[in-house]
Every structure is written in structure tokens, then in C-alpha cells.
């Protein structure tokens, strides 16, 4: 909690006090800023915050990284407001995010928490036990890159929050993918993934990211092709 929320404050109060000719700060944020894991809303947009307390975050480690979350961004925005200072701000709120990996993975240990869901499947670590895909949503990085090149550069990005996502997955869908693509993988996937995304799942609202950013998402077939190659270029 305190790495998340006196790291950020304390990059702004050093941008305040040194750097005068910062107009537009961008912060990578999180979906887990905006989503109530316990009561998930109707509909998830910008205006949505995940109502996590202090209390609650020492509960276990999953909501405390929810809460490390919602708070260090809670304290960014409080932050321009009460010191009003020579920049504005904008913050990114992905999901799980996919995609290929940078060219300098030192190891596949080093792969971002997202994409080792992948790499589990191509591994056969979901061959015997599917486990629960949990969030629902994701995004590719290079959405989520642009996302923060487009938050600098458009003037009407100032002041908001922008909730970036292509839409809803599950470990089947990534499985199904694999298979289809991949032949020579088939042999490490499981036979009967079955898909648990919810009837009722929430819905997404992520307009605002398509009409300020002007964001294009790619599809999640383009997106796990991509990323399969990529680890596979790294041993995976």
C-alpha cells in the first residue's frame, strides 16, 4: 500500500517542485481502481470506483493489491486538486493486459502477470486443472501504449480517466485460439476447456478511450497469435 501510494504522490510533488515545463502527466493506473470484485456493477466506466476501504485492504493479498491500487490512484487526483499544480492529469485503467513481449525478456520468469496465463497454457500447466479466469477482461498492450502516447498529445485527455479495454476472454478462449493456430502445442492443452463467463457478466463501457484517444482494439486472435510467437522467441 505505501510503495503504491507515496511512490506516485511523491513523483508528482517532484514534478511540481522541479520540472516546471511538465504540461500533461499520465499514470498507469488499473481496472482494479475502477471494479468491486465482491459486487461487481452493471456497467464499468471512468466514472465507476472500486469503494474498497483501508479495513478491507488488509484482508488478504488480492484486495490489498486492489486497494494499493484504487488508492494510489485516489491520491493522484487528490493531489491536482488540492495543489493545483503546473500539470494536468490523466490516468489508464486496463485490465489484464496481453501481447507480445519486449525484445529484452531476460527470462520467461520476467513475463508480465497477464501474459504467464499464456505461457501456462503453452507450458501444459492448464492441460489437467483449468483454473477460474477470473477478471473477464483484457487488452493488448500496444492499445494500452498508445493509450498513454494519445493521453499526452490530445489536449481533451486532460483531467480524465480512461478505462481501456477490447472486451471480454476466458482461459477457453485462449486455449481455443492456441489450438487452432499452434498444431505443434495441441499436445500440452487440455481437451475440454469449458468457458466460465458469466451469463450476467458486467458490462463494459469503453467509448470514452474510442472517442477522445481514438483507440482501434485489435482482436484477441491477433492479440494471443502475436504474443504465442513472442514468447516462443524467448523459449517459451
Not at 504522490?9 to 515545463?21: E, F, R, V
Not at 471512468?46 to 469503494?51: F, G, Q, R, S
Not at 492448464?126 to 500496444?142: F, L, S
Request: aromatic content about 8%.
Amino acid at each position: 500500500m505505501d510503495p503504491a501510494i507515496i511512490g506516485t504522490t511523491g513523483i508528482l510533488k517532484a514534478i511540481k517542485a522541479s520540472a516546471p515545463s511538465v504540461k500533461r502527466v499520465v499514470i498507469t493506473s488499473s481496472f482494479a481502481a475502477i471494479a468491486n470484485a465482491h459486487n461487481h456493477k452493471k456497467v464499468y466506466n471512468e466514472d465507476v470506483w472500486n469503494p474498497v476501504t483501508m479495513e478491507e485492504a488488509v484482508k488478504d493479498p488480492a484486495t490489498t493489491y486492489r486497494a494499493s491500487k484504487t488508492f494510489a490512484e485516489k491520491a493522484a487526483w487528490e493531489f491536482v486538486e488540492k495543489e493545483k499544480p503546473n500539470f494536468s492529469l490523466s490516468t489508464i485503467n486496463p485490465p489484464f493486459v496481453f501481447g507480445p513481449v519486449v525484445h529484452y525478456l531476460n527470462s520467461l520468469e520476467s513475463t508480465n502477470t497477464s501474459n504467464q496465463r499464456i505461457l501456462s497454457i503453452m507450458q501444459g500447466k492448464m492441460k489437467e486443472n483449468v483454473p477460474p479466469t477470473g477478471t473477464w477482461i483484457w487488452v493488448d498492450v500496444r492499445e494500452v501504449a498508445l493509450a498513454h502516447v494519445r493521453a499526452v498529445e490530445v489536449p481533451e485527455a486532460a483531467g480524465k480517466r480512461f478505462f481501456v479495454t477490447a472486451g471480454y476472454v476466458t482461459h477457453k478462449d485462449l486455449i481455443d485460439i492456441i489450438r487452432e493456430e499452434f498444431p505443434d502445442l495441441r499436445p500440452q492443452l487440455p481437451e475440454n476447456a469449458e468457458s466460465d463467463l458469466p451469463k450476467d457478466v458486467y458490462q463494459i463501457d469503453n467509448s470514452r478511450s474510442i472517442r477522445v484517444l481514438g483507440l482501434k482494439y485489435r482482436s484477441l486472435r491477433e492479440c494471443v497469435v502475436d504474443t504465442v510467437k513472442s514468447l516462443k522467441a524467448v523459449g517459451g
